[in-house]
């Protein structure tokens, strides 16, 4: 089959491509591929529709979109990881605003504001994690928890990663792909009743090799690990270092890791003016103190203010630069690529609207309707409002066992009433049989939590 030399594609000309081939040793470019399972490779040509006019392609994408249900049609109480929280419109307005959406990357000669005000974002999320030093974001909190083991690892020399076996499961996929194969990594038990971790088997585990332990709080289960100075003293005994990851909207009512030992915090900022995006608009952020020891493992870029020659004017810019991939590519602590700064403003924003007060306001305003839910879900005969022994920041287990249907089979009756239901647990975490993982926040109203508890009251009925 002949090949087309396109124009805008760079390196098709056929005598370009056998030198690069030759360079690197390989007969062809399938051959580059041959890692790919041959169940996976498309053996026939791909049907590509004619070149459409931007209007038809418009229309097109359109009518795909369309397909979608959003949580617009249907009211949701899908979380685990991607959560349904309230966009203030302003958080929109700046992040669309040309100098920050096309200046996510670059050098100071083009950019306006962009330095300073990603300078604006740490200092705000570094006061909420009551920590000194924050990242410009990474792609998400799956980054952002692999990157702070590989730092803990860096600064102890040591190899060996415990994590709370509560942790996401795709999140402590990411994490042990991430670190493999030069890191090991264990699993710490916990306590099926509260969700706790189990502290003896932690101390069983915590050998002199073990670098950091990572947990989550609140978990991907929802539940407050209320454990934080126990976990940090045995942690701190072994001369290891405390990995803690977070929600930042939880902070405006629950203490920041930093408060019962944690060494590195790191979280998504997706609750902090991000939409879904059908769960994109993920950010990762990563916070510690302001030690040498800590800020020179940053692989990440940081930005910070500093005096010029004139006098009463401040320049913004970066920190540390030469530690980076960017500045030394061979020896960078990571490679780290195009990062999403722009939510890291968009998150900025959303702080500085709030404020102490209101982040304080939207946390209660979310315990008081997650608390409010798992009551009511907790009157349905055969239904256990909440699973665990522990308190709950906006996530909790809901137990469906004793009522003779799947969790599949209730959220696929929820859907015809148009609710969300809960993220089935029943393979990730099948300790707790048929349970579903439930999300309530600032966005859900009275009506909306009594509208699902009537829902799954007449689906059981039937």
Known sequence: MSQKVHPYIPNMVPEVQAEMLKVIGAESIMELYSCIPEELQLKEEMKIPPALTEYELRRHIEGLLNKNTSTKEYVNFLGAGCWQHFVPAVCDEVNQRSEFLTAYAGEPYEDHGRFQALFEYQSLVAELVDMDVVNVPTF???????????????????????????????????????????????????????????????????????AAVYFENPSYLGFIEVQGPEISKLVKDNKSLLVVGVDPISLGVIAPPSQYGADIVCGDLQPLGMHMNFSGGQAGFIATRDEVEFVQEYPSRLFGIVPTVKEGEYGFGDVFYDRTSFALREKGKESVGTQTALWGITAGVYLALLGPEGMQEVGQTIMQNSQYAAQQLNQIDGVKGSRLA??????????????GLTVKEINQKLLKKKIFGGKDLSEEFPEFGQSALFCVTEVHTKEDIDHLVQSIKEILTK
């Open 140 to 210: 998400d909190w799956g980054q952002a928890a692999s990157t702070s083991v590989r730092m803990a690892a860096r600064i102890t020399g040591r190899k060996k990663i415990l994590l709370a076996n509560t942790v996401g499961p795709e999140r402590s996929k990411i994490i042990i792909n991430y670190g493999t194969p030069e890191l090991q990594f264990e699993f710490v038990e916990f306590n099926t009743e509260t969700g706790a971790m189990d502290l003896s088997d932690l101390q069983a585990k915590l050998t002199e090799d073990v």
């Open 390 to 403: 522990s308190p709950f920041f906006k996530e909790f287990i809901v137990d469906f066992d004793e009522t």
